[in-house]
């Protein structure tokens, strides 16, 4: 199908996204905390300086269609609601946990922890994971990323998936102190295990062992263990000849607050994502308010790749996202530029505006890291810099923190509109009744 012909039928259709993220009326459910409404959030999570980042235009496009998350974060600070869920999904920038901790961070820090969330032992896996995950197993397991084309394993919601390959099979899996140095703790446990019983005991000051059962991978449910106690890990020991581990969200069961769960994959493409049942099976017990889409560098080594097919990638999962909850927000991120084969790759740039041009047409929040940290021609500047890899195309740490410092501004910066326009609001209201 001709390119511009595909995003004129898109457009056609953007009345259907463009309704659920139509900014909507308060009518400030928060009426009796105006306090609350008054409070913003600190904007300036990113300090560094560097003449090819250009802090003022670090803002989100379409913010009008984050209005429903913005709305739920004031319910969340009011004390009206219990949670907001947070669902980044990416690759390889994106698996070391690097860019969403510093949102994940920045938003608990004044809303409120919730948990750790979405957990996976990358050990066991054989692949780099998050800075404050440990995790270690008694006996070998097979396992499988989402990025791979064949696999006698499924991969699961976390992107990666586990099978016992002989033995005990026993995970032992931990948190460390986050980047503050404060202990990371949970007393809700959500595994998301295959079919099979299960032995699961926490590690801290509860003692008891827990057992639990899932029936069936067909009919899939989240398996929740509450604790007698908060936790700092837990281990689990599968009863089953053939047993399947995908992850575990790691939760806080009185603590209101933001849960973020990181859903990171080395080489993974939409194209991936689209084309896993099992990813999708599982992806709605994760109940998420705001879906975050960080993906785009790999498509661009991907030969054969045009703006067309990517687009077209982009747009499926969009609508399988919009099939779980009509009602959760999506914001897309354009990816960093980077060298393919010793040269910047043009690629990139061509797939961020053909991202961007859907974007607008549809109506979707984008956030346009390409262009914030200096878009065509930038990589060159990162590098001299030091802040990418030897492969040049992988961050380094500091890099990706300071990415991820900008996406935590970029969303403050939106919610503390959003909260001016509703206090507004507020404002007229109270004054409307007492006349």
């Not at 669902?87 to 750790?116: C, K, M, N």
């Not at 990371?184 to 595994?191: N, P």
């Not at 000051?205 to 989240?222: A, G, P, W």
């Not at 509450?226 to 603590?255: C, Q, R, Y």
Request: glycine share 8%.
């Amino acid at each position: 199908m001709n390119y511009i012909l595909l995003l004129y039928l898109l457009s056609i259709s953007a009345g259907a996204i463009e309704t659920v993220n139509k900014p909507k009326t308060s009518k400030a459910s928060t009426a009796s905390t105006p306090d609350l409404l008054l409070r913003r959030i600190p904007t300036q999570r990113y300090n560094e300086s560097f003449d090819f980042i250009n802090p003022s235009k670090d803002t989100i496009g379409n913010v009008h269609g984050l209005s429903a998350f913005y709305q739920k974060l004031i319910e969340l600070k009011a004390g009206k609601r219990q949670r907001v869920s947070i669902v980044q999904i990416g690759d390889s920038h994106i698996q070391p946990d690097l860019i969403s901790r510093e949102v994940r961070l920045g938003l608990q820090d004044f809303f409120g922890d919730a948990g750790r969330g979405l957990v996976f032992p990358y050990q066991v896996a054989r692949t780099n994971g998050p800075l404050d995950i440990s995790s270690s197993t008694s006996t070998p397991w097979a396992h499988s990323r989402i990025s791979q084309q064949r696999s006698r394993v499924a991969s699961g919601v976390s992107g990666f998936g586990l099978s016992k390959v002989n033995g005990q099979g026993k995970i032992k899996l931990s948190l460390k102190p986050d980047i503050s140095a404060k202990q990371q703790s949970f007393d809700v446990i959500k595994l998301f295990v295959g079919p099979g019983a299960w032995s699961v005991s926490a590690i801290g000051n509860d003692l008891k062992t827990y057992r639990i059962n899932q029936s069936s991978i067909q009919n899939f449910e989240t398996k929740e263990i509450l604790l007698n106690d908060f936790a700092t890990g837990f281990n689990i020991t599968p009863l089953a000849a053939t047993p399947l581990f995908f992850g575990a969200s790691l939760e806080k069961h009185n603590s209101p607050g933001v849960l973020f769960h990181t859903i990171g994959v080395n080489g993974a493409r939409y194209e991936q994502y689209n084309r896993q049942p099992q990813f999708w099976q599982q992806l709605p017990a994760l109940q998420a308010d705001l879906y975050i889409l960080s993906m785009g560098t790999n498509e661009a080594f991907y030969n054969g790749m045009t703006e067309e097919i990517y687009i077209n990638q982009v747009a499926e999962t969009v609508a399988k996202i919009q099939t779980i909850d009509a009602s959760a927000s999506i914001l897309i991120t354009t990816t960093a530029e980077s060298f393919k084969n010793g040269r910047r790759n043009p690629m990139i740039e061509r797939l961020n505006l053909a991202l961007k041009f859907y974007c607008n047409k549809m109506g979707i929040p984008i956030w346009d890291l390409f262009d914030i940290t200096g878009g065509s021609g930038s990589s060159a500047a990162w590098l001299k810099n030091n802040l990418l890899q030897a492969d040049k195309v992988h961050y380094q740490q500091r890099a990706y923190s300071m990415q991820g410092a900008l996406l935590y501004d970029a969303l403050a910066k939106g919610y503390n509109t959003y909260l001016a326009n509703n206090t507004l609001s507020l404002a007229l209201e109270t004054k409307t009744a007492g006349k």
